[in-house]
T-cell receptor, first 119, second 113 residues
């Protein structure tokens, strides 16, 4: 149980285009999902907290107009990188917070990540 | 405020020998503590967690960790390392009303044949 998927697993795009990354909780409903960014050899950096049915909460320094987050349902959150540039190239990881009774409200289950390369 | 410090950025052990990955934490509240493992180009997999129940926590793949409040530590151990244990390990903390996760900087474990 508590499986989180991401699609696509990797994507290459041209500079100036937009890319959408999907995060799905496969066997549980997640009212809260998180989006992280990870640079090589570094820890994860929280970008934003995505709440179903409301606006995402962005961390300081993260451009909300560049990284659009939509949490349209209890099992799906999307991250859209708009007008991507080479400096946006990174490994993006989402997580979904488990509901009570399935592992505790503190436990986050992570997706496998999406490798974005912007040419 | 909360923080975690992973004391070693790299740990190298021989196959079959014990593993010790160190994590110290700081929190104004009673924390929940986690260890996750990340293999190259993969997401994070939960190894184990402490949430104010038993202080000695057993996880998957033979790993365990002990919560020591007096030492503010939550070190990860395994009696005998396996080649497949080679990966990046992250210690995480969640505490306070926001329950937001804070990541440690990670420890790269290398297992030598």
């Amino acid at each position: 149980g508590a499986v989180v998927s991401q699609h696509p697993s990797w994507v290459i795009c041209k500079s100036g285009t937009s890319v959408k990354i999907e995060c799905r909780s496969l066997d549980f409903q997640a009212t809260t999902m998180f989006w992280y960014r990870q640079f090589p050899k570094q820890s994860l950096m929280l970008m934003a907290t995505s709440n179903e049915g409301s606006k995402a909460t962005y961390e300081q320094g993260v451009e909300k107009d560049k990284f659009l987050i939509n949490h349209a349902s209890l099992t799906l959150s999307t991250l859209t990188v708009t007008s991507a540039h080479p400096e946006d190239s990174s490994f993006y990881i989402c997580s979904a917070q488990s509901p009570p009774g399935t592992g505790g409200v503190d436990t986050q289950y992570f997706g496998p990540g999406t490798r974005l390369t912007v040419l | 405020a909360q923080s975690v410090t992973q004391l070693d950025s790299h740990v190298s052990v021989s196959e079959g020998t014990p593993v010790l990955l160190r994590c110290n934490y700081s929190s104004s509240y009673s924390p929940s503590l986690f260890w996750y493992v990340q293999h190259p180009n993969k997401g994070l997999q939960l190894l184990l967690k402490y949430t104010s129940a038993a202080t000695l926590v057993k996880g998957i793949n033979g790993f365990e960790a002990e919560f020591k409040k007096s030492e503010t530590s939550f070190h990860l151990t395994k009696p005998s390392a396996h080649m497949s244990d080679a990966a990046e390990y992250f210690c995480l903390i969640s505490s306070g009303s926001a329950r937001q996760l804070t990541f440690g900087s990670g420890t790269q474990l290398t297992v030598l044949p």
